[in-house]
């Protein structure tokens, strides 16, 4: 990858995440929005969120925008391929002034339970394009939000894998990332291990993750896929799976079907009905 090719696409992904340096102003969820306190954290792990193994058009299963400001950045499911062959999720913006995002909730898990665990994904595109971030509340020393809020970005550097023929940025967790607003460990921009910036803010959560280009690039798409967060993985296809075709009648065992014949009707014909002690009936 030419140095050129790096600094447009780096500089495409710092533009746009940089649209994140404030929440969502209305109907947004309480995570962020700059009229809600949100949550500053717990001691105790907060409920985890289903892990979206699979996200199509017709069910993303969680994936989207919840942020009434971000409403017309809008990612697609496409049947263009990543690495595998049941399609991707495709981000798109005809001009500078465009940005294309898709999130998942993450519930609240604490920012340093998430690092434990490898954040990555996979994108084909002809230079490294794609921002991952992370939307926290309850970070320390942040004069911007009470509730903490910022927005931690990782970018691709000239270092990142070839993605022109799909590529996978594996382990963004032992990575540099930079803060939409200066907090304990991660001011002004400054690139920062993210292993530094949890153990800088004990309390930080994570409220909500995702993929975005945009903002300062000229028409652009990457195409993404295999998203890794806190355990989770999920995949991105166009359509739903085909059903089953054998299906939980398939596995019957029609032998049994058979030994519904013989049951013995004369034994209904055997009851004594005058034996029937009618006053149960009541009871």
């Known amino acids: 990858m ?31 929005s700059l009229g809600s306190t949100g949550s500053l954290g717990s001691s105790e792990a907060p409920e985890g969120i289903a892990c979206a193994e699979l996200s199509t058009a017709t069910a993303p299963n969680g994936w989207g925008i919840p942020f009434d400001d971000e409403k017309r950045q809008i990612a697609y499911h496409s049947a263009e391929k990543v690495l595998d062959d049941d399609g991707s999720l495709k981000l798109e913006v005809n001009g500078p002034a465009d940005r294309s995002v898709s999130y998942h909730e993450a519930g609240g898990v604490k920012l340093s339970d998430a690092v434990k665990h490898e954040i990555g994904f996979s994108e084909r595109a002809e230079n490294p394009t794609a921002a991952f971030q992370l939307r926290l509340t309850g970070t320390s020393e942040n004069t911007s939000f009470a509730n903490g809020f910022t927005t931690l970005v990782w970018v691709p ?24 607003k200066s907090i304990a460990g991660a001011k002004d921009r400054a690139l920062v291990p993210l292993a530094e910036i949890a153990a800088a803010n004990p309390n930080a959560v994570v409220d909500h993750y995702g993929v975005s280009i945009g903002r300062g690039s000229e028409a652009t798409s990457t195409l993404v896929d295999a998203v890794k967060f806190n355990g989770c993985t999920t995949n991105f296809a166009l359509e739903d799976p085909a059903p089953s075709t054998s299906g ?11 030994s519904l014949g013989s049951t013995s009707t004369g034994s209904l014909g055997s009851l004594d009905l005058g034996s029937l002690n009618t006053g149960s009936l009541g009871s």
């Open 248 to 258: 939980s009648l398939g596995s019957l065992d029609t032998g049994s079907l058979g």
């Open 2 to 32: 030419s140095k050129n090719a790096f600094r447009i696409g780096s500089a495409a992904a710092i533009l746009g995440a940089a649209a994140l340096v404030a929440p969502a102003l209305a109907g947004a969820s309480s995570t962020g």
């Open 157 to 180: 550097d000239a270092g990142a894998v070839d993605t022109s023929n799909g590529g996978t940025h594996v382990n963004l967790q032992d990575g540099k990332w930079w803060s939409t």
